[in-house]
């Protein structure tokens, strides 16, 4: 093999292992909605009520139907709650 398929190789083999690394980390950090924290145009997703569809795109800050991923078990130490407002 010349030096630079070498190289190619070593290249792949390390973005691979990376790439699991990174996978396992996020396996093990589970993470939970948290509703009525995200500040205006920083929410995850869609809104609960509906008003919109996508990340970003909320024009409240700690609206009750926004939401965002949160480490399980810091949204209500956070101030949050784990399901929107009814």
């Known amino acids: 093999m010349d ?24 396996a093990d ?4 909605k948290c509703y009525g924290i995200t500040k205006a145009g920083q929410n995850d997703c869609a809104s609960a009520n509906g008003s919109h569809s996508c990340a970003g795109q909320s024009t409240t800050s700690n609206d009750p139907n926004e939401w965002k991923y949160v480490a399980a078990g810091s949204c209500v130490k956070m101030g949050g709650k784990l399901k929107p407002a009814s």
């Open 29 to 32: 950090g589970a993470k939970e």
């Open 3 to 26: 030096k630079k398929h070498a190289l190619m190789l070593g290249a792949v083999s390390g973005l691979l292992a990376l790439s699991l690394t990174s996978g396992v980390a996020q």
